[in-house]
């Protein structure tokens, strides 16, 4: 197929932008999770 | 993050699927050839790239008439899914550009204005990474988020109102545009597809910053606690 090289860099280039976002939300959303479990449990104790 | 698992599939699904149809249903192109299905991944993420500014501005404008963080957190989320599509839709571009114009780039009134608008929103982003308070931030970048979402008309509007290197348009471009019927189905399942990946990545965001906002409403219990503490201990010493 004539010019293949430049449709699986595009392909790759689409997922992998897709993929490297939804790894990276991932990643910020368990930090914070950690975060507010912390602070909950720093409000019970003084409380 | 906890994802319902059938829409997880269905998105899955039709990534597959689109991926299939794009690769080995759609018809061969006679003078680009596997260059040419590269529309099939491209034109999808400038459309999903325009809802996500579309839900931003919306959220920018009901933040700034209601104040409600809700619309706050919208407005991001759009912002950063539409920044992602953008990003796809100027790495795809290239890729087609070099085999069917000879270049990869080229200073023309689409692809500049098109290249303003992520540097426009990028900045959006970073702008709210440099206020510490959460109002302003919110306040701020809601206005800017307006003024930003000016270029998006512009982008739409460029290769109808001047002589570009980009294609004319091939829908709503006049009587002569159109694709072959089954490019046309497979496009719009490729829509499908991209527009289901940006509305899950669309929720995913949203709960981050919903997430967010409660650290900082526990960050301030705190310190009121800590500081009711400090005030009851000073108020015993006196």
Redesign the interface.
Known sequence: MKNFEYLLAAWIAVWAVFFFYQINLGRRFAKLRDEVERLKQQIQLLS | ?KRPVLSTLLVTLL?CLS?YAA?FVAPDERT????Q??FY??VP?WIAMFAAFLIAVIGNIAYLTTRSPKWDWLGVAGAEVGV?CC??GL??GP??G??AWGIWWTWDPRLTTTFILWLLYISYLLLRGMIEDSDRCARMSAVFGVFAFMDVPLVYMSNRLWRTQHPAPVFFGGPKAGVDPRMGRVLLLCVIA?LG?AIA?LL??Y??ER??Y??GE??L??ES??LD?QLSVSRERI
Request: proline fraction near 2%; aromatic fraction near 4%; avoid cysteine.
């Open positions: 993050m990534i991926g690769l680009m050839h596997a260059a299905r590269i991944f491209h993420s992602a990003t796809i790495i795809t890729l087609w070099k085999p991209v990946v990545l995913d965001r709960r981050l997430l967010r409660e650290l526990l960050r219990t705190i606690r800590n503490k």
